[in-house]
């Protein structure tokens, strides 16, 4: 079983005791999450076949994120297909992978749910 550990350097403020890396602001939010969701992209083959049984989110302040960005991470880690869109909409990371095992994903349940009713 892998766990994955996403480091969200985003603060409010910058405590004095803490050692992580982390920003005393979202100004960079854009970036890094484009960044976050290449690396995600390139080292996709990593593990392997091996079950993703945690995926633990530190650093930071990652409450700080939209939900919305925090599910764009969990579907890249997930390798469900889809085109991710940037705030311009243009296109940012496009692939195809399996899944987080034992999860079935957004698209296998619609399709599912479309061959159910041709049946």
Partial sequence: MAGIYIHIPFCRQ????????????????????????????????????????????????????????????????SHEPRAMRDKDGGSRVEGRGSKVKGRETKSEKRKAKCNNRKS
């Fill in 14 to 77: 910058k405590c004095s005791y803490c050692n992580f890396f982390s920003l005393a602001t979202t100004k960079f939010r854009n970036e890094f999450l484009q960044a976050l969701l290449s690396e995600i992209y390139l080292t996709r083959g990593y593990l392997g076949d091996q079950p993703i049984e945690t995926i633990y989110f530190g650093g930071g302040t990652p409450s700080l994120l939209p939900v919305s960005r925090l599910e764009e991470i969990l579907q890249a880690i």
